[in-house]
């Protein structure tokens, strides 16, 4: 396994093309192009934004504006669910490539993951013209923006590692139970909501449900996320261990699972 | 002989788990609630694909691998490019392997020929750099500068192959591994492709070549690996490899055309015994009404030769219609065929054979009543009803003088000299005014084989010669 892991890095080239090649593909053939990766979350901004201004409104100070609050927390979900979904599927839709090529089979859930990062990376600039409005007032109380904002480069990169784990897990169990990405679907709801990506955890006032949140693996990374880029607050060191912990140990679960079945995947897709 | 061995296999041997009904569609939930996770995953029932198999490829060899369907040689193909891992047994290959398995596999239908050809170059094992540098060759190579820049959807699979084929061969591996794939494109990129490998040979790479195609496989390769049933038949010099395997592919088909006939033969004359069965409240009439709506063959001559008229003659009514609706025995059966096969030269029945051998057809007839008029007849006709040879004993000289009961009939051809293909015999016996007794159309069918790949129904013996400043060498 250690061997393998460490042939990865030499994979990262064929991981780049096929990334490349991902996304020309998704956008070859349509008007915009590469337009709508920012389209997306710039429509999904206003919807919400009209949603919770006149629909449902009343929310807690802590969550205000809940716009930018709820976009704060959707980018990075939006990530590592479509990152699963696409994860899962990985081996069995380009199942012919593991067939008829040697090829590393990892690169395939990888490359679902990275090309969904690039996704979250292009909506960034979104993200940021919500900040500049939410930091003059515009959108409802004034956000503080400031320094804090860097920590969303180590952020990205360790639920990138969280994601790809539990992506390399999925998509060696999909390739043997075919039925994982329909329980991924219904999986991925319920985790949504177990996930403060609606709500702010402090908001939560039952002590024991907050308790039970917090086992959510994904609840830190969001929570962070929130302190990055809604809060302005530094995310405390043992914070960032639990993160490099959690990122980690999902990340070499998963390889490690992915790796045992390995052998059996182009005899299986 | 002393280089270093390219690919060793010592045991290999390769078994698959087989998807019962109850593991056809596996689901987590099924994993899970019944038989337990790791239960799921534990291979239930397998299928030896491929059992202990051993060989060394020495560096610059050209190796093949020939079988039946279903032998293990695609089985041996993916373990040997590292697709595939064996369940026993060891395998080791030295150097970088590229595999010929699908051409173009890993293509992405929406992005152009040029992308999709450094994606592929970079899937097989090129840095980008050695791609960038190498793209000008590839897309030369594959012929296709004016669409290379178009989306892979708009070419036609031709196109595909070439494409895939240019990249895959630009990958400059150490062993090729090599399976069918110069079956598909157009005859003029299957030469390259064979330049190609052949090219690849001369400069001391390995190749690890599965075919179908014995003649290529024959023609390019210093050794040869039979497989049957995942298992080695043969392995050694390609000529006697292949002879042992056309030799047992004539043998199964041989018994395969044998079955055949039997069967043919016992309905045959099954169907005959319910007719004469139903027709016996009216003996005598029973074939007339028959011989009236098929044929009127009273005042034709000998009827090998007849079809042959009716297919030239433009008078002739339809001679498609006639083929369908000709029956296939006819004749007032003053004497009887109770029996027709075929021998070899040693007087086995056999209905496989090579080129040149000897044949005997065997009739065995019965009349009647005693009677001195009959004429035997034997012809042997392509399946699309071209008239090979068509003789009788009339033809060949000689006089009916008495038949009086069951009686055996042999004619043998010492040196049957046909192409490959199958062919069908026609027995008769008829008065010598040709009025058929019993005429059996394709009474027998059997398949020749011959050695080298010569073109044509017949296949003579050939001795070549050449005169002047010319000189050419047996290869």
């Known amino acids: ?269 | 002989m002393t280089a270093p061995a390219a690919v060793v296999a010592k045991g290999l041997s390769k078994s698959y788990r087989k998807w019962g009904r109850t593991r056809a569609f596996g689901t987590l939930k099924s994993a899970l609630l019944g038989r337990g996770f790791g239960a799921a995953l534990a291979p239930s029932e397998t299928v030896q694909a491929l059992s202990d198999v051993s060989f060394a490829v020495q560096r610059g060899e050209t190796f093949g691998v020939v079988g039946p369907n279903g032998c293990g040689k695609s089985t041996l193909l993916k373990l040997v490019a590292g697709l595939f891992k064996p369940t026993a047994g060891a395998l080791e290959v030295t150097g970088k392997v590229s595999a010929l398995i699908e051409l173009g596999a890993g293509f992405h239908p929406e992005i152009s020929g040029r992308e999709n050809v450094v994606i592929n170059g970079v899937m097989l094992g090129l840095t980008r750099k050695e791609i960038e540098r190498k793209l000008p060759e590839i897309v030369a190579f594959s012929g296709l500068e004016e669409f290379i820049d178009e989306p892979v959807k708009t070419y036609s699979s031709g196109m595909y192959v070439r494409l895939g084929f240019a990249v895959a061969v630009h990958v400059d591996p150490d062993v090729l591994v090599v399976d069918e794939v110069l079956a598909v494109g157009d005859e003029a990129f299957a030469h390259r492709c064979l330049d190609t490998i052949a090219d690849f040979s001369r400069r001391g790479k390995t190749i690890f070549f599965v075919s179908h195609s014995l003649a290529l496989v024959e023609e390019l390769c210093d050794r040869v690996l039979y497989l049957d049933h995942g298992r080695t038949k043969a392995l050694g010099d390609p000529r006697e490899t292949l002879a042992r395997y056309r030799m047992d592919v004539a043998a199964e088909e041989g018994a395969r055309l044998a079955r055949e006939h039997k069967e043919e033969e016992k309905n045959f004359l099954e169907g005959e015994e319910g007719e004469r069965r139903a027709g016996a409240a009216a003996p005598g009439v029973a074939a007339a009404p028959r011989r009236e709506a098929q044929l009127p063959f009273e005042e034709k001559p000998p009827v090998q030769e007849e079809r042959v008229q009716q297919a030239t003659t433009p008078a002739a009514p339809e001679p498609l219609e006639q083929k369908e609706s000709l029956p296939r025995r006819w004749g007032s059966r003053e004497v009887e065929i109770t029996g027709c096969r075929m021998l070899d030269s040693s007087g086995a029945e056999r209905y496989a054979f090579r080129s040149g051998q000897s044949v005997t057809i065997e009739i065995a007839v019965a009349p009647r009543a005693p009677l001195s008029d009959f004429v035997f007849g034997i012809g042997i006709f392509t399946p699309e009803d071209v008239c090979v040879h068509g003789t009788n004993t009339e033809l060949d000289g000689f006089l009916p003088s008495r038949l009086d009961g069951p009686a055996v009939v042999r004619v043998t051809l010492p040196a049957l000299d046909l192409g490959t293909g199958p062919y069908l015999v026609d027995v008769a016996v008829h008065s010598r005014r040709e009025a058929p007794y019993d005429y059996w159309r394709g009474a027998c069918r059997f398949q020749v084989d011959s050695p080298d790949r010569s073109a044509g129904v017949y296949r003579p013996v050939r001795r070549w010669a050449f005169e002047g400043p010319i000189a050419l060498e047996r290869k």
Not at chain 1, 151 to 167: D, I, M, R, S, T
Request: no cysteine; proline share 6%.
């Open chain 1, 1 to 269: 396994m250690l061997k393998n892991l460490a042939g990865l890095w030499r994979h990262r080239a064929l991981v780049g093309v096929l990334v490349s090649r991902e996304l020309k593909a998704r956008y070859r053939g349509s008007v915009l192009g590469f337009f709508w990766s920012l389209l997306n979350p710039l429509l999904m901004l206003a919807v919400y934004s009209v949603v919770f201004a006149f629909i449902f409104p009343g929310r807690t100070a802590s969550t205000s504006p809940y716009a930018l609050f709820l976009f704060t927390g959707l980018l990075p979900w939006n990530w590592l669910a479509g990152g699963l979904t696409d994860a899962a599927s990985s081996l069995t839709t380009h199942g012919a490539l593991l067939k008829k090529i040697l090829f590393p089979a990892e690169v395939l859930p990888l490359v679902a993951v990275v090309a969904q990062g690039v996704h979250f990376i292009l909506a960034l600039p979104v993200l940021a013209a919500g900040l500049a409005l939410g930091a003059a007032g515009v959108l409802g109380p004034a956000v503080p923006v400031g320094w804090p904002l860097v920590q969303a480069v180590p952020l990205f990169l360790l639920e990138g590692v969280f994601v790809a784990g539990v992506g390399l897990l999925l998509a060696a169990l999909t390739v043997h139970f075919r039925d994982v990405k329909d329980i991924l679907a219904t999986g991925l709801s319920l985790w949504f909501f177990a996930t403060p990506v609606l709500y702010a955890l402090p908001d939560i006032r039952s002590e024991r449900l907050r308790a039970a949140l917090l086992w959510n693996p994904a609840t830190p990374f969001f929570e962070a996320w929130r302190d990055a880029f809604f809060r302005a607050a530094w995310v405390a060191p043992e914070r960032w261990g639990v993160l490099v912990l959690i990122s980690l140990g999902a990340f070499l679960l998963g390889y490690a699972f992915f790796d045992r079945l390995r052998d059996s995947f182009p005899e299986a897709v």
